[in-house]
């Protein structure tokens, strides 16, 4: 991604600077070089890193979704009357002494 990012400066500093051509290449150089030390202090993430995060953010958002799902229905289920029937996929009470 830094290699990207870099170019893509590059290119848009040389459409923006028509004059550039001009300067010479020395000068076109030099900016190069400094846009490249700015990119590296910035310490970016490639795309590969970039992209594995966004993965892990959308499993935890899931994983947090289906936990809040089941909050939801153990509350449901702690407000009903005692002798209303158990939910099926709830898991039965630990025994008095397991705790």
């Known amino acids: 991604m830094k290699r990207n990012?870099?170019?893509e400066i590059n290119?848009?500093?040389?459409?923006?600077?028509?004059r550039a051509g001009a300067l010479g290449e020395d000068a076109r150089r030099q900016i190069?070089?400094?846009i490249?030390?700015?990119?590296?202090?910035m310490d970016l993430p490639t795309?590969?890193?970039?992209?594995?995060?966004?993965?892990?953010?959308?499993?935890a958002e899931d994983?947090?979704?289906?936990l809040e799902a089941v909050i939801a229905r153990l509350e449901s289920a702690?407000?009903?009357p005692a002798e209303s029937a158990p939910d099926s996929d709830m898991p039965?009470?630990?025994?008095?002494?397991?705790?």
């Open 11 to 18: 290119e848009q500093v040389g459409r923006v600077l028509p």
């Open 47 to 59: 795309r590969e890193e970039f992209d594995r995060q966004q993965r892990s953010l959308k499993q």
């Open 32 to 34: 190069s070089q400094a």
């Open 92 to 99: 039965p009470p630990p025994p008095d002494g397991a705790r």
């Open 36 to 41: 490249q030390r700015v990119l590296e202090r």
């Open 78 to 80: 702690a407000h009903q």
């Open 63 to 66: 994983r947090i979704s289906e």
């Open 5 to 7: 990012l870099f170019e």
